[in-house]
């Protein structure tokens, strides 16, 4: 029973801890048919007949490896049960409690998001908006989330949205980086159209795949390679969204990346403005600095976040993307988790820990 | 006749300017017969024939607006007619002898990387490589050619720079990012061999297309992305490279990394490490941390250079890389060619401007 005792001596100190906001949280399914109360039983058969088949990357399945089964950490087994995250008195008790999580921010992932099956994929990521609400929001007040939509369908998406515009358990719309087209392209644009109309940022989750190698000279070897390639992606995505204008088109349009890192965010800011410059003549629709429109339209979860070493380097980044633009996030349940008491590595001022830690998230996503 | 004023004023000054090096100038051929002397007539009659069919990104031509022909400097035609580089005259009245060029680097494009039909391009590079002696490296001593190869061809491209070792005319083996695997795949390996062998850095340029989608998220729709593109698809070449374990296999071997900027590699050594010390098991070739190997092995052209504002930034990152490992570059006669005289967005003291512009060249490269 090393878990009981973990949470127990965890539990003891959480009251003298900072309350945080954990802007990753993977909540699951314990097993396919918790979806069901909310799917039309044709899906129901055509799941049981067809399956329901996604684009793949990497070989055949996810890109985890084995010794983490469903990518997550191996004390996240629930006692009763059931896969990593997919009982929440298990992660009140590993995770919530311990670390004084004011404000968790669900990410589901798997959930009929790049199913090939249009609107099987709707389907399913409308039923996961439902399971979310009762097996998770309504149960656990200090969790929020995500409008998980089928985003290759630019129409059925903004539906999805426009159906949970309003109720407050949604603080956001919930994409992927890797896509069938990179996301500033015009396919996505009534996503931002709902989303800022409802008023909910976009987070943009690395993972996912559209269909073509994962980096611009073809298929990596290793899963190093596959990890570290997710920054190289999100750099895709932001270059997307930004030249194709979706944020001069949407002025008060929040994006959130998620889980691609952000130190990269400076090189690319100064590279695009410096092409920008040139070239503006291609992109009319801009009237601002691509570096301007990054500045006030993203921010950026930590985990997993960059370690240089000597870690002052990391402050430098910091300085240049901002401190109000950081949001604290673990990725519990999943292997790579940050620990909110270990994570940070560098010495903050207690206004700068308390900003870091919760206040931008409450910023981005609202009080909770 | 304003080019000819031009010369001449910018002569008169030319010998009071420090001497530098260029790393990265691209001579061209006024048309393609200029290589058939080194061409068997069975590749002429071919090419008159079938063409030359190659890979193609970007639509179905170069990713160059129209408005730079050749994707050159409009300033650039030689008065005698051909292409921009066409005319080593001109380049020199413009370019060389101004600029006081004291060491020059050859990399000729559009030479036959990435044709199709792999004896065609086998034969195209060597021609490349014959054409560079006898039209450039012979008549002018400041410049040096790059060993220019098939490199989807391991073997062939390994016998081309064994044919070439010895020549110190030729100072680097020319690779382009863009290919149909990442450039650390093991159907490379035989490059890397002959180059090590041989003594000859491995400049890596960025352009080139091996067949797919030139982010990882698809085809974005602009050419600034296209151009900030390049950073991303350098960053998947760099972490193919030391995760494959060429520079474990070849302690010595030199890469430099070609146009496709420089700001982005702290952030990416930073990830490589997390990720690494974490799935390590994955790799055990490798014996030491991704930054250790990138530091030991790699150098950089700063054309196009970030420049970010405030510019003190740009010391931060070149403080993580070395001024030791930055190669001074124009990319003459390219539209977006850096001015030696204006370029660096700080003030260095006069050792390091002269280590900057000339001495890591010349320890890269040799003492010319």
Chains 1, 2 share one sequence.
Request: with cysteine.
């Amino acid at each position: 029973m090393n878990v009981q005792i973990r949470e127990t001596s965890a539990v003891a100190t959480a009251a003298s801890r900072l309350a945080i906001a954990d802007c990753d949280i993977h909540p699951a399914t314990r097993q396919p048919s918790d979806l069901h109360p909310w799917l039309e039983r044709r899906w129901i058969e055509h799941m049981a007949t067809f399956g329901r088949p996604a684009r793949h990357g990497w070989q055949s399945g996810p890109a985890y490896p084995k010794s983490q089964p469903n990518a997550s950490r191996r004390d996240a087994w629930p006692p009763e049960g059931g896969r990593q995250g997919s009982s929440l008195a298990f992660m009140q008790a590993q995770h919530l409690d311990p670390n004084n999580v004011q404000h968790g921010i669900l990410n589901p992932l798997g959930s009929g998001q790049g199913v090939q099956n249009p609107d099987l994929s709707t389907a399913l990521c409308s039923a996961t908006n439902d399971w979310q609400l009762a097996e998770w929001t309504g149960k656990d007040a200090r969790l929020k989330a995500s409008v998980v939509v089928n985003y290759e369908d630019g129409p059925a998406a903004a539906a999805e949205i426009r159906k949970r515009a309003g109720d407050r358990n949604f603080v956001q719309v919930l994409l992927l980086t890797r896509t069938a087209e990179p996301l500033g392209a015009r396919r996505y644009w009534p996503i931002y159209e709902a989303a800022a109309e409802a008023g909910l940022p976009v987070g943009i989750h690395a993972f996912g795949y559209g269909g073509q190698p994962i980096t611009g000279s073809g298929w990596p070897s290793f899963y190093i390679e596959e990890m570290t390639g997710h920054a190289q992606t999100c750099q895709a995505v932001l270059t997307s969204l930004v030249t194709e204008g979706v944020f001069a088109r949407h002025p008060k349009l929040k994006v959130i990346l998620v889980e691609a890192g952000f130190a990269w965010a400076p090189a690319l800011a100064w590279r695009l403005d410096k092409t920008w410059k040139r070239l503006r003549a291609e992109t009319p629709h801009l009237t601002r600095l691509p570096s301007e429109y990054i500045r006030d339209h993203v921010w950026w979860t930590t985990q997993p976040m960059e370690e240089p070493e000597p870690r002052e380097h990391l402050l430098d980044t910091i300085g240049w993307i901002g401190w109000d633009r950081l949001l604290f996030a673990t990725d519990y349940p999943h292997w790579d988790f940050d620990d909110p008491t270990t994570c940070l590595p560098l010495k903050l001022s207690e206004p700068q820990r308390r900003q870091f830690f919760l206040a931008n998230a409450q910023a981005v996503y609202g009080p909770g």
